[in-house]
């Protein structure tokens, strides 16, 4: 089992920034994928941003509508993945997931509101 605490949500005018964090109760070390997916009311979860570990080399795959805007990083001695939004639009407004991958099963957090408005 794998427990996922997120923070760094809130109300951020657009053009503005916001940092993500997600600890897990387990060494990122030992965990292959972590990542950030976000849903809004009647549409389906969708790819935020991925850091894959793949033969000790990380892969880092991000969501179309990103587009250079949002960073996923580790923090191996915060023991921390962070996702760092810039440029933040009125249609990123979501709740954010963080998502981790471990030895076949997946684990979610519990989901940190995102809202971007004026």
């Known amino acids: 089992q794998v427990q996922l605490v997120e923070s760094g949500g809130g109300l951020v005018q657009p053009g503005g920034s916001l940092r993500l964090s997600c600890a897990p109760s387990?060494?990122?070390?030992?965990?292959?994928?972590m990542g950030w997916f976000r849903q809004t009311p009647g549409k389906q979860r969708e790819l935020v941003a991925t850091?894959?570990?793949?033969?000790?080399?990380?892969?880092?795959m991000y969501g179309d509508f990103v587009k250079g805007r949002f960073t996923i990083s580790r923090d191996n001695a915060k023991n921390t993945v962070y996702l760092q939004m810039n440029h933040l639009e009125p249609e990123d407004t979501a709740v954010y997931y963080c998502?981790?991958?471990?030895?076949?099963?997946?684990?979610w957090g519990q989901g940190t509101q995102v809202t971007v408005s004026s």
């Open positions: 387990k060494s990122i070390f030992s965990i292959d994928l």
């Open positions: 850091s894959d570990i793949i033969i000790g080399e990380e892969d880092i």
């Open positions: 998502n981790a991958r471990d030895e076949g099963r997946s684990y």
